[in-house]
């Protein structure tokens, strides 16, 4: 799983305790597909090749069929001959008799043999399939202990999650994150404001200067020259200007 909690926050543990059992879940499924393919699926398929009775049931099938064919043969031509009468040859009768005899009597005395052998196979076959699934259920029981103690550990853990915990750290968060500003202003300002030098003065502006001073000079030459104008008001008095 590529998703990622904040390491800061409340759920950054319960997070990773799922993402951990989730892990365990698929390791666990890896693991019950192997054990699966090995203690069940495997001896199914080697039981005919590895039993011994089972590799032996061939022959015995074909003895079977043929002591059985054979006693089937003898009946139908002794029902023939029965049906016969006294048309039938006596020589014939009595070897169909004599043959009948002897496949029942084989029939008899391997029969209960045979049907032993294949009870006893049958049987074991039986017993063998019961272990494999008892063996595949043990597997899959394993396999549900190992979920339920991962799923229980992240269970206990989502429910310590406090929301209040959440706000308590976002507060702080907060808090530092405005006490570190003036911080941050204050040493850019350690080296204390910069001074900005006057300009200097050009040649061009220095003229300029100097014309100015001029005109100045001449002006207060002229009104110290110039003779004093006198003004009489209609009441007799007398200003100087």
Known sequence: MRG???????????WSSIVSSVITLADSHRTLA???????EKPLRDFKSKNREMQAMTTIQGNCNAMARELEKTHKTADKLEHKGSRASTGR????????????????SQAPYVFET???LDENRLNHLRDVLT????????????????????????LTVETADEIKTFS???LQNKESIPNTRARGSIGGPSVVAPPTPTAASSAADDRASQRSDSSNSYHSKAKPLLITCSFGITYQV
Do not use: Y
Request: proline share 2%.
């Open 172 to 174: 702080l968060r907060t």
């Open 34 to 40: 192997e054990k699966i393919e090995q203690d069940v």
């Open 93 to 108: 009768v009595a070897n169909v008799s004599r043959d009948m005899e002897t496949a029942q009597s084989q029939w008899d």
């Open 4 to 14: 990622r909690a904040d390491a800061r926050s409340v759920f950054s543990t319960p």
């Open 135 to 158: 063996q595949l259920q043990t597997h899959e029981i394993d396999q549900i202990e190992r979920n339920r103690i991962a799923a229980e550990q992240c269970l206990n853990t989502l």
């Open 118 to 120: 294949l009870q006893a």
